[in-house]
């Protein structure tokens, strides 16, 4: 008889697999594999389905989708018969089940009739087919420390534990890792070399590449020439910061700049601090930038995690034949607004910072449409409008109000402020720089917003800051400041039936919903 042996959360992920398919020997399935693998990869699989859905609840049906294909399917499943095989490694290859899930909800079907809005990542590009079929050569071990430390950005404790080795003896590997990612990109430059010449120069361009200076000419002179191996040598450069995104761009295709941004260990060496102090640190960096006063908040930092509830109910929806009625209203919550996130609170600060905005939507809970005029005594006929059209990156700015499609604005029960030309299109204020853009919406809060009493509109991620334009003027940039009550952070909307209003924009009530952390984007 079968004996029950539990995984202990210090096993390999490849061990949790195997007890997770039943296929240790003298084991049967064990529950507990589950818990600790979604512990260990739910919140990066969650974070990369939201960048191609319209609400996190979506998100999160894609990504219990992923998981589940993995986790059911027998060990010896063949690869998919188009493309390169799965990696090894399982957070790679959790997101490459996900991207195939999104492409297959996203064609036309019952899918996506069912789920409007998914959209289909990008597969990964020829320019980085190099670098795709080295990493897929690669043993696991190599693959799991090159993700994790390159694309995840994470300390070397993080793939040993899932390697389950000691972390010094990974910092070793690691540097192992890299050479054969790197030799595995010059044999495949000679496999796929279209000519004996490129061949040829294949050798010289690796050589070349690893000193310091120009290239010699004759290797100049044939990648003049030459497209195979002008994208050769760009994938062969892979020191100054340039392999995460490489290796993202051969794994995921569509979306690699964007997971990469989403991710908390590259937030944290970006912010200088741990993680949540540090990215509420930078956005109070930012906010100053325009309003030339920065305090200093110390913050502690979030421990909720996304969507907590509609992860377990949809993997048991994707694990289980049984389903509970409880199981199934998690999943599928009343309406179809989407992830109805109340959004993190503001994280405790050591100077007195503005009260919490007022958050929500209008009291009937249906979305606000509307435009957004500034309520600054100069600020006249002003409304918030998009500079150059609704493209993923237009700025948004202050303009004459004309009517424009441009200058309307839906703002969602779940926060989310879409572009009345481009819904797919929200205001995005995480940007570096501390101005606002527009970007696709996802499911962070950086694209959500709360507006108060007095007609201020709040970023969900940090209740101290508000956005406003840089100066009252036509043309003028919005930006991200400190809140602090000013009449440029004031805003009027229109009336429900359209015309303008001189009253405050409404102040809305808080949707329930999962919350983030103040680390997550």
Request: glycine share 12%.
């Amino acid at each position: 008889m079968h004996q029950h042996t539990p995984a202990p959360p210090g096993d390999s992920d490849a061990r949790l697999l195997e007890v997770l398919h039943g296929a240790a020997p003298g084991t049967l399935a064990d529950p507990d594999a589950t818990a600790v693998l979604l512990a260990r990869h739910w919140q990066a699989l969650y974070s990369y389905t939201a960048l191609f859905t319209p609400s996190g609840r979506t998100a999160g049906m894609a990504a219990a989708a992923a998981f589940a294909r993995l986790a059911t399917a027998p060990p010896d499943r063949p690869a998919q018969p188009a493309g390169p095989p799965a990696p090894a490694a399982l957070r790679a290859r959790l997101l490459v089940e996900a991207r195939r899930v999104l492409a297959e909800w996203a064609r036309p079907g019952r899918a996506a009739a069912a789920l409007p809005g998914v959209r289909a990542p990008a597969e990964p590009a020829e320019s980085r087919r190099l670098v795709a079929r080295a990493f897929h050569g690669l043993p696991e071990e190599a693959q799991v420390l090159l993700w994790h430390r390159e694309v995840e950005a994470e300390g070397l404790s993080v793939p040993a534990a899932l390697l389950a080795v000691d972390p010094r003896e990974a910092g070793r590997r690691l540097d192992e890792a890299r050479a054969l990612l790197r030799d595995g990109c010059v044999d495949a430059h000679h496999a796929l070399a279209p000519g004996q010449e490129c061949r040829h120069f294949g050798r010289l361009l690796d050589l070349s590449l690893r000193r310091t200076g120009p290239l010699i000419p004759d290797i100049q002179r044939h990648l003049a020439r030459c497209a195979f191996c002008r994208r050769s040598a760009d994938q062969l450069r892979q020191t100054d910061g340039r392999l995460p995104l490489l290796l993202a761009e051969a794994v995921l295709g569509g979306g690699a700049g964007r997971y990469l941004e989403t991710r908390p260990g590259r937030l944290r060496a970006a912010a200088g601090g741990p993680a949540g102090a540090g990215v509420h640190r930078e956005r109070l960096r930012r906010a100053g930038r325009h309003a030339r006063a920065v305090r200093r908040r110390l913050a502690r930092p979030g421990l909720r995690r996304p969507g907590g509830g509609t992860l377990l109910t949809g993997l048991g929806f994707a694990l289980s034949a049984l389903l509970s009625a409880a199981a199934v209203s998690g999943l599928w919550p009343e309406g179809d607004g989407g992830d109805r996130g109340a959004g993190p609170k503001a994280p405790p600060s050591a100077t007195a910072a503005p009260p919490p905005a007022p958050a929500g939507h209008p009291e009937d809970g249906a979305a606000l449409r509307t435009r957004f005029r500034a309520a600054a005594p100069q600020g006249g006929s002003l409304c918030l409008d998009v500079r150059g059209g609704a493209l993923d990156g237009a700025a948004l700015m202050l303009a004459a109000c004309t009517g424009a499609v441009t200058q309307t604005w839906v703002h969602e029960p779940d926060g989310l402020l879409r572009s009345g030309a481009a819904p797919e299109l929200c205001a995005d204020s995480g940007r570096p720089d501390g101005t606002v853009a527009l970007a696709v919406c996802g499911a962070g809060p950086e694209v959500r917003y709360d507006v108060t009493l007095r007609g201020a509109v709040v970023p969900r991620g940090d209740a101290g800051l508000a956005l406003a334009p840089v100066t009252v003027e036509p043309g003028a940039d919005l930006v991200v400041r400190l809140r602090g009550g000013a009449p440029d952070q004031r805003w009027l909307t229109d009336g429900r039936d359209g015309r303008g209003s001189a009253r405050p924009a409404r102040a809305q009530r808080a949707a329930p919903g999962p919350v983030w952390g103040a680390g997550a984007v």
